[in-house]
Nanobody
Framework: QVQPVEAGGGLVQAGGSLRLSCAASGRTFSGYHVGWVRQAPGKEREFVAKIRWSGDGPDYADSVKGRFTISRDNAKNTVYLQMTSLRPEDTAVYYC???????????????WGQGTQVTVSS
């Protein structure tokens, strides 16, 4: 099954850092822009960050600007999300998916991965 594979989550204290990774299973991210979203318990999935295929012009949700950095290594077919200065409100399951277009957050692939749990304790 073609789907993203997220990894790197864990339990961290407020102010700490984590680096998430997103790889493709059964396919590559070649030519795709890729986005990260997250879903906290009882809340809807929300946009976190996205990056173009070229790596240019990353975009972030206001809530993570200045704290999170999205990057990609196309040779490794992997997209990363470096998270610093983590807050309890960042606690969520984080998912990645290639984007249908860069000007939205509609996923290009119908299958979502399992996501990776990030828990930030206060």
């Amino acid at each position: 099954q073609v789907q993203p594979v997220e990894a790197g989550g864990g339990l961290v204290q407020a102010g700490g850092s984590l680096r998430l990774s997103c790889a493709a299973s059964g396919r590559t991210f070649s030519g795709y822009h890729v986005g990260w979203v997250r879903q906290a318990p009882g809340k809807e999935r929300e946009f976190v960050a996205k990056i173009r295929w070229s790596g240019d012009g990353p975009d972030y949700a206001d809530s993570v600007k200045g704290r999170f950095t999205i990057s990609r290594d196309n040779a490794k077919n992997t997209v990363y999300l470096q998270m610093t200065s983590l807050r309890p409100e960042d606690t969520a399951v984080y998912y990645c998916n290639p984007l249908l277009t860069y000007h939205g957050i509609t996923p290009a692939w119908s299958s979502w991965g399992q996501g990776t749990q990030v828990t930030v304790s206060s």
